[in-house]
């Protein structure tokens, strides 16, 4: 399917209107590459991140798992629900930007404080499992902050081909055949102006140096002697 023909203004004003969009367009086309390389920067940064929170968090959810057990294994089941607390941990997220683009860039997270005196293996437990936590939510930040940075970098590069390789060009075509019409619509009133000027060519004029030619009667022959006409003296002939 052909792209839709531009509506451009005839004449000089169409050509000053797409060269004031085609500028418009490359400085776009230059920003949203600058934009592209900012952000394929961070999102290479990004990725680093995500995969060592992703690795601290499974080494520090398999440190709470053992500790679990063996808390389990010493206290019993009891002795763990017992110490649970009652309130839930809190979680801070900081947000950061990069070129408009707003993704989280950190995130905290706060336990409650034991509610009862807690065994050696219950609280190795306890803190392996904070840890475990303030793992998970670091590795949450980091991936949600990845997946924006993904989504954001895909949408820039598409625009900027869209603007590069259709738009630019649309408007560069559009130019040259406005130019062009321009160029052909100045030679041709320069032909005729140059026409118009010639010597001998005016228009509704005769030809230099011709003379009106004399009215003679109707129904009457021109003599060829001078002076008469058909035996009558001329003047009996009056002209006009």
């Keep these: 399917m052909s792209p839709r023909r531009l509506a451009v203004p005839p004449g000089r004003a169409g050509r000053l209107w797409l060269t004031r969009r085609l500028?418009?367009?490359?400085?776009?086309?230059?920003?949203?590459?600058?934009?592209?390389?900012?952000?394929?920067?961070?999102?290479?940064?990004?990725?680093?991140?995500?995969?060592?929170?992703?690795?601290?968090?499974?080494?520090?959810?398999?440190?709470?798992?053992?500790?679990?057990?063996?808390?389990?294994?010493?206290?019993g089941e009891r002795a763990i629900r017992l110490a649970a607390a009652d309130t839930f941990a809190e979680v801070m997220i900081s947000h950061g930007a990069t070129m408009g683009v707003r993704y989280p860039a950190d995130a905290t997270c706060t336990t409650p404080l034991p509610v009862c005196r807690d065994g050696p293996a219950l609280a190795a437990a306890r803190e392996a499992h904070c840890a475990a936590?303030?793992?998970?939510?670091?590795?949450?930040?980091?991936?949600?902050?990845?997946?924006?940075?993904?989504?954001?970098?895909?949408?820039?590069?598409?625009?900027?081909?869209?603007?590069?390789?259709r738009w630019i060009p649309r408007l560069e075509q559009a130019l040259t055949e406005v130019?062009?019409?321009?160029?052909?619509?100045?030679?041709?009133?320069?032909?005729?102006?140059?026409?118009?000027?010639?010597?001998?060519?005016?228009?509704?004029?005769?030809e230099a140096g011709s003379s009106p030619r004399a009215w003679h009667a109707p129904g009457r022959r021109q003599s060829v002697s001078s002076g008469t006409c058909a035996g009558y003296p001329a003047s009996a002939f009056p002209v006009g």
Excluded: C, F, M, N
């Design 23 to 75: 500028a418009v367009a490359r400085r776009g086309a230059d920003l949203l590459d600058r934009k592209l390389q900012v952000l394929q920067r961070e999102l290479d940064r990004r990725r680093g991140s995500a995969a060592s929170a992703a690795a601290e968090g499974e080494r520090r959810q398999a440190d709470a798992d053992g500790w679990l057990l063996r808390a389990a294994l010493l206290g």
């Design 179 to 206: 130019t062009l019409a321009i160029e052909e619509q100045e030679l041709a009133d320069a032909a005729r102006l140059r026409l118009a000027t010639r010597p001998g060519r005016r228009h509704g004029s005769r």
């Design 133 to 165: 936590l303030a793992a998970a939510v670091r590795h949450a930040a980091a991936a949600e902050a990845l997946r924006v940075l993904e989504a954001e970098t895909a949408a820039t590069r598409y625009r900027l081909r869209a603007v590069r390789d």
